[in-house]
């Protein structure tokens, strides 16, 4: 069973989209006449830049600290201690550096940012780097988001290099050490890094309903990086919601013909098929999604939620524990999952699966507001 906001509408995030670039240049694949002008800036070239606070925080907060550890060590130690800078992971919002800093909180990409952003400050060189992680999925509403991970190197400066066992590079993650230890790691450019940014927002915007703001940002990560593939499938979505068919087609059309494997592709082009009642060519590309991935990200989520409105919660129960063996970080999964275990009186198994939720969440209103729901369901049992 496929649900239809299942088989519509995938967006990427960050670097969670592997397939090739499409063949096209990117201007063939763009339409800006479709698109009133965005409602917010649409500013990539500052994205890096410092202001005051943050050359304050160098020069004044730290400062003794970089003379004494050394820039690299120093930066380093300063970022990843919570003593310091109070840094909070948050996927809410991608950030430009600045607004990183003034908040104090971002998702790994805005926090690369921010961190490569100060590295400049310090003449340090960086390295960016695309982590291999396994494939998370979110959703807002309709649209299911993939994600992935970035870090970065800091290098040490000439100046700073006394011996030959100087120049290694330290890498900074604000992921815990034990979920990337071993992973692999491919090296990205600054314009990819500044393409994924663009791409975030885009799809920001897109899960919030802006259309223009969502087109013009994933224009701009085209045009930055054309060779970056995630803003491709963003692009697409764009075009699938604003009802752009037929610039949507060609967008998930030329992203196959680098990639013929790719399911976000494939799923976003059997939608738009099936809005241009193109029923035969549907068919066939949801068959050839199905051979690649019979069971689509939140599969057993949905059929659980089915199973929720029958009131069949030991059903409900099966359904969301094996999402949860297949996405044991993903929140949602855990809360519903201790839903269906407190309605069937397992309270120890409820309490645990609400701690896990209350723990994976990605924002601090994902936080509270799990944290609400615990409190009334507690409060109502003792009632």
Not at 126 to 138: K, L, R
Not at 317 to 322: T, V
Request: aromatic letters at 8%; charged letters at 25%; proline letters at 4%.
């Amino acid at each position: 069973m496929r649900t239809a906001w299942l088989a519509a509408l995938l967006a990427c995030l960050v670097a969670g989209c592997a397939s090739a670039p499409p063949r096209a240049p990117p201007d063939a694949l763009l339409a800006d006449r479709l698109f009133a002008p965005a409602r917010e800036p649409i500013r990539i070239d500052d994205v890096f830049a410092m202001n005051d606070a943050m050359r304050a925080f160098l020069k004044q907060d730290i400062a003794a600290q970089l003379r004494r550890e050394g820039p690299q060590d120093g930066l380093a130690h300063a970022l990843q201690q919570r003593a310091q800078l109070k840094l909070e992971y948050d996927t809410a919002r991608t950030k430009n550096a600045a607004s990183t800093f003034a908040t104090r909180s971002g998702n790994c990409l805005s926090l690369v940012i921010m961190t490569a952003a100060f590295a400049k400050e310090l003449g340090l060189p960086v390295v960016y780097q695309n982590v291999y992680v396994e494939e998370t999925w979110s959703r807002n509403g309709a649209l299911l988001i993939s994600s992935g991970h970035v870090n970065i190197s800091l290098g040490r400066r000439l100046v700073d290099v006394r011996s030959s066992r100087d120049i290694s590079t330290l890498t900074i993650d604000f992921l815990p050490a034990e979920q990337i230890s071993g992973l692999r790691t491919r090296e990205v450019g600054e314009a990819t890094v500044v393409a994924m940014y663009a791409n975030n927002r885009a799809a920001e915007a897109l899960a919030d309903g802006r259309l223009d703001d969502a087109y013009a940002w994933a224009a701009a990560s085209v045009r930055k990086d054309p060779g970056f593939a995630g803003a491709y499938n963003t692009l697409g979505v764009v075009y699938l919601r604003h009802g752009d068919l037929a610039e949507a087609t060609r967008v998930f059309e030329q992203i196959l013909a680098g990639d013929p494997r790719d399911t976000r592709a494939l799923a976003n082009l059997a939608v738009a098929y099936e809005r241009q009642q193109r029923s035969a060519d549907a068919q066939a590309t949801r068959l050839r999604l199905a051979s690649l991935e019979p069971y689509p990200p939140f599969h057993f989520f949905q059929l659980g939620m089915a199973a929720v409105q029958r009131d069949d919660w030991r059903t409900a129960r099966e359904l969301f524990a094996r999402e949860v063996a297949r996405a044991e970080t993903y929140h949602e999964f855990h809360f519903w999952l201790g839903v269906a275990d407190w309605r069937l009186g397992d309270e120890a198994a409820a309490r645990r699966h609400f701690a896990l939720a209350i723990d994976n969440s990605q924002t601090r209103g994902q936080h509270d507001l799990y944290a609400a729901k615990l409190e009334w369901l507690l409060a109502h049992r003792r009632q």
